[in-house]
Structure formats: structure tokens, C-alpha cells
């Protein structure tokens, strides 16, 4: 029960093939308590569906765009627990015409757009959640090695995972000396919504099947044990790191 005693916020929760509700349900395992923003009414459907089987859990909408939104998820965590003991950041987003082509036509709003939801996103849930870690605490957000090496058609958003995960090194700086860990899981490719929208998927998951060393693609139950890993005290001497989970493609050079 590595996760007792424990309270933490996902974030990032669309369906059942959702990285964040893969490390939810490891953490509710392990014996966490749980809350979960979504983005809109509609996916606030589908994460009440799945929630149902953790019964206690707290929801509430957070579009992480949205200043207004973010101070009042934060305000109604304080006013139910009062503190915070760890947060996953799994959202990211580009307009789809931005994931195909070349990189070089992405026009200025959609660059915007990715960087916002995919990056800023992470300093401003961070800043939301140091006040209620008090008592130390640790935050993951989930990226992909399109952050540091050419992927076809990730483009706008391989920008924005760098920033993620840059973003992660200077918080790592900023809240280690209160005790709050900060860290990248950079997870290997997996079908889901997100990553429908990026153009040519299927030859990315074709490639890791048939190159990376561990010569398979990389399960989410895999990619939760690495999130349980630094969401726990297990890494508790872990901060500002990219944990890579993705079968070794990242030491590939061909
Ligand atoms: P997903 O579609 O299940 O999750 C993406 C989430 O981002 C959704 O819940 C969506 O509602 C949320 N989101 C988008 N814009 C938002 C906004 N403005 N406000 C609040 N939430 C917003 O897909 P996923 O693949 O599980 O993605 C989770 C994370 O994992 C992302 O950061 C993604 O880049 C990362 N990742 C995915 C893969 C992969 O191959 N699927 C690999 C490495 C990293």
C-alpha cells in the first residue's frame, strides 16, 4: 500500500484508455485517495462512469486554460482536504491541422494554443497545488520523446514537450527546497484519444514494436508503475527527471 494516507489530483482523465486512468486506478490500488478535474461537461460524463468503481472520489471540471477554472478547482480541494499530496499532469493539446505536414507552416495562434494547454499548464497547476503541499508532495506530467528528437508529424507539439519538460527542471528548483518533487514520464506511444489526433500514428507504434530494445509496445499498467514509482516515497530522492518508460526506444539511433 504504497499510496496510503495519500491524497492526489489527476488530471487528464477522457476515457478508459487514458493514461491518467491508468495511474489512478494504480494509485487507488495502493491505496490513494483520489480527486479528477475534466475538461469539459461531456468527458466529465465518461470520468463519472469510471469513477464510480472508487467510490469517495472528488470531481469537478478544469479546463487547465482557464485561469477562473484552475483558482476554483484548487479552492474546492483546500475546502474538502485542506492539503495535497500529489498531482499527475496528463493533458496536451494542438489544433489537429498542426499534427501533419511540416513543422514550419504552424501559424502563431496554433503555437500558442499547444504550448498553453501542453506547457503552461504545468507551472500553473504546480503554483495551484505548492499551497496545499505543505507537507511536501510530488507532481508528475507526462511527455514523449518527440520533446528532443524529430518525430513525423508531432511537430507543434514535440516544442511544447520541451517546454513541459524544461518547465519541469526549473519547478523541480523552485519546490524542492518545501519538500515538492517534480518529474517527466516520458511514456512510449500508446493508441489513444490524444494520440489519434497525430497524423501517421500507426507507423510511430510500428516502428517502437519493431526497434525498441524490449522489442513490444509499451502497456499502460507498465507506464502507471513507473507514474506509482515517483508519485510515491519509493522516489523520494527523484527530482527534476525524465523517467523515460517506453522499452528503451530512447537509447535507439536508428
Ligand atoms: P487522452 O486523450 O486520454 O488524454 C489527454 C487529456 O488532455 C484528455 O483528458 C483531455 O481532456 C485533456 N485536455 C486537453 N486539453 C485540455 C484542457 N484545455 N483542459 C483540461 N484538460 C485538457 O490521451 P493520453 O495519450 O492519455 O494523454 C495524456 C498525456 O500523455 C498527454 O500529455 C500526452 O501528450 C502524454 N503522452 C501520450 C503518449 C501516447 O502515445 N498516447 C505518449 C507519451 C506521452
Known sequence: MLMQGKRGLIVG????????????????????ELAFSYQSERLGENVKELTAEIPGSVLFQMDVSDDAQVKAGFDLLKSKWGKLDFLVHAVAYAPRQALEGDFVSTTR?????ALDVSAYSLPVLAHGAKDLMAGGGSIIALSYLGSERVMPNYNVMG???????????????????????????????????????????????????????LRKLVELEEVADGALFLLSDMGRGVTGQVLYVDGGYNIMAI
Do not use: M
Open 13 to 32: 482523465v477522457a476515457n478508459k484508455r487514458s493514461i491518467a486512468w491508468a495511474i489512478a486506478q494504480r494509485c487507488h490500488e495502493q491505496g490513494a
Open 109 to 113: 495562434e496554433d503555437f500558442r494554443v
Open 159 to 213: 516544442v511544447a514537450k520541451a517546454a513541459l519538460e524544461s518547465s519541469v527542471r526549473y519547478l523541480a528548483s523552485d519546490l524542492g527546497p518545501g519538500g515538492i518533487r517534480v518529474n517527466a514520464l516520458s511514456a512510449g506511444p500508446i493508441k489513444t484519444l490524444a494520440s489519434s489526433g497525430i497524423g501517421g500514428f500507426s507507423t510511430i507504434l510500428d516502428h517502437h514494436r519493431n526497434h525498441a530494445p
